[in-house]
């Protein structure tokens, strides 16, 4: 049995058991507004990139889902329970993040939805806008909006000193603060 279990901007998230294995099943979704061809090739070439992060972020020793299959519009993962004590690890979790930049991986869309907890064990999902840079803006920007989620929250408010402490750990680059402080200073002007 196939049950929907979460609905995106970008996909849907479906549950189901493959050979006695639970995994999701992330599909993406055609965007109507779209040209047909230029939708298929959206969708083909970002489920391509985020497949790759994945194994990209495996061969660095960081938790993802394992991927059994990737197709033109779909990937099939490795189903993983989610113990939601992301308090509990706030700095690991920076440490994490800092391990993802140090090797050039943008996530794209840093939230505490995204990162699960379990077992002690840190694990990043739904690389849908990630990719690789190098570029320091782009860092601090994954920061950034990640700070600015935790921050929208009375629950998660205190989590992001923590975080960075994790983070400032483990970076190799520590100018990312400063741009971090100047792309906050160029937003309170837009």
Not at 74 to 96: A, P, T
Not at 131 to 138: A, G, L, P, T
Not at 150 to 161: H, I, R, V
Request: glycine share 4%; net charge positive.
């Amino acid at each position: 049995m196939i049950t929907k279990v979460n609905s995106g901007a970008e996909a849907d998230i479906y549950k189901t058991n493959i050979f006695d294995q639970n995994v999701f099943i992330k599909q993406r979704i055609p965007k109507n507004y779209r040209n047909k061809k230029l939708d298929d090739k959206i969708i083909k070439t970002r489920n391509k990139q985020e497949a790759n992060l994945l194994k990209k972020i495996k061969k660095l020793n960081l938790n993802t889902p394992f991927v059994f299959y990737v197709g033109p519009n779909k990937i099939i993962m490795q189903e993983i329970k989610n113990d939601n004590k992301h308090e509990r690890q706030l700095y690991e979790i920076g440490k994490k993040i800092a391990e993802l930049h140090n090797n050039d991986v943008i996530h794209g869309d840093l939230n505490l939805i995204n990162i699960i907890t379990n077992n002690k064990q840190i694990y990043f999902i739904d690389f849908g806008l990630g990719f690789v840079s190098r570029k320091i803006e782009d860092k601090a920007t994954d920061l950034l909006v990640f700070k600015k989620t935790l921050k929208s929250s009375s629950k998660t408010k205190d989590f992001w000193e923590k975080i960075l402490d994790g983070y400032c750990s483990t970076t190799k680059e520590k100018k990312i603060f400063e741009n971090i402080k100047a792309i906050e200073k160029r937003g309170r002007y837009l």
